[in-house]
């Protein structure tokens, strides 16, 4: 009972190791190609300008959390599609300067932090992502590990290939003790 009950164990562990490896890669690459990743309702997404600094520096990864347009208020900070047309509806996160209510159309003007004047274009509630609700120093290092090959491959191959190694060597282990068992009766 004690070795099943030790197999489900480590094959659950080595499960949940593998899908957070995963989760964290994934998260990683679709930030640095600009895209977002959005795991139980919060989207992780990377600054590529200037405009929220010094709050959010360029290259810090971000946390946004999806909410009802009615939540959000004057001051919050929100990620969402650009509605300028010159950006191809990427992704910027700025600043609720003012929210604007017509015919029961709710609409955002946003600023950046950084910036002397409000975005030309407003943001409709179906353009919102989230509000973001801070950094996430894990998702900013696996970025930084991800960009330089050689500590991609100290903290992330190598760790990976010593667990594989180390169920081999169980498995291994475990089948020729099978083995032996078989031949001693």
């Known amino acids: 009972m004690k070795k099943v009950l ?3 164990v480590n094959v659950l562990t080595f499960s949940v190791i593998i899908a957070l490896a995963a989760l964290i890669a994934t998260v990683a690459i679709n930030a640095q190609k600009g895209k977002i990743t959005t795991v139980f309702g919060y989207s992780f997404m ?12 360029i290259g810090s990864s971000i946390v946004a959390k999806k909410v009802d347009a009615s939540e959000l208020k004057v001051g919050d900070v929100i990620s969402f599609y650009s509605a300028d047309p010159s950006m191809n509806h990427s992704i910027v996160t700025h600043r609720i300067k003012e929210i604007n209510s017509e015919n029961s159309v709710v609409c955002f003007v946003t600023k950046g932090d950084a910036n002397d004047i409000d975005d ?12 973001v609700t801070g950094k996430s120093k894990l998702v900013s290092a696996i970025s930084k590990v991800k960009k330089d090959p050689k500590l991609f491959f100290l903290v992330i191959v190598v760790p990976i290939c010593a667990i594989i190694t180390w169920e081999f060597v169980g498995i291994s282990k475990k ?3 099978s083995s032996n068992e078989k031949k001693d009766s």
Request: glycine fraction near 10%.
């Open 120 to 131: 030309k274009y407003q943001v409709s509630a179906g353009d919102v992502i989230g509000r």
């Open 6 to 8: 030790s197999k489900i």
């Open 175 to 177: 089948a020729k003790a």
């Open 46 to 57: 990377t600054v590529q300008t200037g405009s929220m600094e010094p709050e959010y520096p």
